[in-house]
């Protein structure tokens, strides 16, 4: 008797664990989830890592040498075009300016009164011409004497030589007026040059001087980027830069708003490779600027390659390969099979299917904690 009871406790045992087994371990490795293919739309697109930069950014530097008197802006403040954006001292400048106009008015009016003399002259040139040419006459008549005509004679040459020296004193009147003039403009030349003004609007990005330093000529002073220019310089490989174009959707997102995605499109391709990464720049411009933005800035794109719709999309991460062929397992009466796909098109977690599936089909949702997966194999859901 109680051999027997040993059998049956022993037995019940056995199938108890056999019960839990089934139920606790075999049940669980054998149930999977399901997921149907979708219908929709999808975008293809390359992504590449770069960083904010600018078409155009201006070096707002000094032309001359000099001590800087004022510095009208600062480091992350918006300009005008034609705004005065920092002064260098003249020094002596203007004195010499001042100096300069003053000589101008003095040879202005010797000119002029150069011009009034020979005017004179002149009238009285017509006076002593036509005494001169009377006694010419009366002495070829023998009414005049020979010195009294000598003297009408000489007057003339007299009068001649005076408005000769008057003209020669204007032309001289005149040059200097003219030097003087080119001097002025060559001293308010290099005074214009001691104001810098800003060539666009925009955005100062960095300020590189302080007000009583001394600066060399061409060193920077500020540095002013045209915000219509901001765009980021992105970097794509090879591989998969052949596909974009310009004009295409981007997706930006910056690393200081990485839960925002800022449209953009392609502006530029380079027409260089870079021989060492093997990969290209491509250069994408923002629909609306991002404020505020930071120059060097890293950021991420996704370029907008395709656009494929009403397409069979199914998450990538379903897809599995058997015999070297791409396909996804599917659940069909409590069993698995492996299903071939003919994919057409990838982009991030999506995949495009032509053909092998349909949205009633029942694809397997892989789990590594699952038994494993093989032809026919009984499967719950």
């Known amino acids: 008797m109680k051999t027997w009871t040993k059998y049956i406790i022993t037995f019940l045992i056995v199938a108890l664990g056999a019960v839990v087994f089934y139920f606790k371990v075999y049940i669980p490795k054998t149930t999977y989830q399901i997921i149907s293919p979708k219908i929709g739309s999808l975008n293809v697109q390359a992504y590449g890592i770069g960083s904010v930069d600018a078409k155009d950014i201006y070096t707002i530097s000094a ?14 403040l918006w300009v005008k075009k034609g705004d005065l954006i920092a002064e260098i001292d003249p020094v002596d400048l203007p004195v010499l300016l001042g100096e300069a106009k003053a000589l101008l008015a003095k040879v202005e009016y010797e000119s002029l009164a150069a011009k009034k003399e020979v005017q004179s002259l002149n009238a009285q040139k017509e006076l002593i011409k036509i005494s001169y040419e009377r006694y010419e006459k009366l002495y070829k008549q023998k009414y005049a004497a020979k010195a009294e005509y000598d003297k009408a004679n000489a007057d003339l040459q007299s009068i001649n030589a005076q408005i000769g020296a008057s003209s020669a004193h204007i032309s001289s009147s005149e040059a200097e007026v003219s030097r003087v003039q080119k001097s002025i403009e060559a001293i308010e030349v290099k005074l214009s040059r001691l104001k810098l003004y800003a060539p666009v609007d925009g955005y100062v990005i960095s300020k590189d001087a302080q007000v009583s330093q001394t600066v060399l000529p061409a060193q920077a002073i500020v540095k002013i980027v045209d ?41 530029r391709i380079s027409a260089i490779s870079d021989a060492v990464t093997q990969e290209r720049e491509i250069n994408i411009s923002f629909d609306h600027l991002p404020l505020p933005f930071y120059i060097n800035e890293q950021a991420q794109v996704a370029i907008t390659t395709e656009k494929f719709d009403n397409i069979m999309t199914i998450d990538a991460t379903l897809l599995s390969q058997e015999n070297g062929t791409n396909g996804v397992w599917i659940a069909k009466d409590s069993h698995a099979y492996f299903q071939e796909l003919e994919i057409i098109a990838r982009s991030g977690k999506l995949v495009g299917v032509k053909s092998g599936v349909d949205e009633s089909t029942k694809i397997i949702v892989l789990n590594p904690k699952k038994k494993p997966l093989s032809e026919g194999m009984g499967i719950h859901l």
């Open 63 to 76: 032309q001359t040498g000099g001590r800087i008197t004022s510095i009208f802006t600062d480091e992350g």
């Open 227 to 267: 915000t219509k220019t901001v765009w980021v310089k992105a970097y794509i490989d090879e591989q998969i830069s052949g596909k974009i174009q310009l004009g295409q959707k981007v997706e930006i997102t910056l690393r200081s708003q990485s839960d925002k995605i800022f449209a953009g499109r392609v502006q």
